[in-house]
T-cell receptor
Framework: DAKTTQPTSMDCAEGRAANLPCNHSTISGNEYVYWYRQIHSQGPQYIIHGLKNNETNEMASLIITEDRKSSTLILPHATLRDTAVYYCIVRVGGSQGNLIFGKGTKLSVKP | GAVVSQHPSWVICKSGTSVKIECRSLDFQATTMFWYRQFPKQSLMLMATSNEGSKATYEQGVEKDKFLINHASLTLSTLTVTSAHPEDSSFYIC?????????????FGPGTRLTVT
């Protein structure tokens, strides 16, 4: 079973920051948080991952709380092409663990 | 990021026939590949994990004799749906793990839409 809880859907205005929350209260010390997204009828796309520290790359930022029980994915300037289902995944079993997908958050970016 | 391809992107077959789907890692070697299935408006469900040169490990409830997985090389895995039925119609997605310097990142293919009539 997925170890994460995400809102079912969210809306965001184009050009604004999209903040997607994720709860993972049962996460263990060596388990990473991964974020993927899936645009309609395509395979999932890797976004970012982290363990304890906040992470940033060209796509997004990942903010992980100090107790690691929740995290937030931030898309700094959302565009219409960011409309997708976003999956927050806790990778069980360390760096070789499987990715088990939950239901994700359907983000709709509106003009 | 690394590229994973799938072929075909979509296929229609008649009930009772078998269908083979190919998954290739194009610019990296993948000792581990994964097969997922996704029904409409649902999340991805892991079907099986395969390691190059060994038998696949199937998730609970997935019939290994129906979904044959072969991972004969470091860049190719195949999924064969045998004696397909309409309930096997789904979106099949493969994924490959890159065990390069960056760590154990996992990349996904574009998916194959199977329709069984």
């Amino acid at each position: 079973d997925a170890k994460t809880t995400q809102p079912t859907s969210m809306d965001c205005a184009e050009g604004r920051a999209a903040n997607l929350p994720c709860n993972h209260s049962t996460i263990s010390g060596n388990e990473y948080v991964y974020w993927y997204r899936q645009i309609h009828s395509q395979g999932p796309q890797y976004i970012i991952h982290g363990l304890k520290n906040n992470e940033t790359n060209e796509m997004a930022s990942l903010i992980i709380t100090e107790d690691r029980k929740s995290s937030t994915l931030i898309l700094p300037h959302a565009t219409l092409r960011d409309t997708a289902v976003y999956y927050c995944i806790v990778r069980v079993g360390g760096s070789q663990g499987n990715l088990i997908f939950g239901k994700g958050t359907k983000l709709s970016v509106k003009p | 990021g690394a590229v994973v391809s799938q072929h075909p992107s979509w296929v229609i077959c008649k009930s009772g026939t078998s269908v083979k789907i190919e998954c290739r890692s194009l610019d990296f070697q993948a000792t581990t590949m994964f097969w997922y299935r996704q029904f409409p408006k649902q999340s991805l469900m892991l079907m099986a994990t395969s390691n190059e040169g060994s038998k696949a490990t199937y998730e609970q409830g997935v019939e290994k004799d129906k979904f044959l997985i072969n991972h004969a090389s470091l860049t190719l895995s195949t999924l064969t749906v045998t004696s397909a039925h309409p309930e096997d119609s789904s979106f099949y997605i493969c994924s490959a793990r890159d065990q390069g310097l960056a760590g154990y990142e996992q990349y996904f293919g574009p998916g194959t839409r199977l329709t069984v009539t």
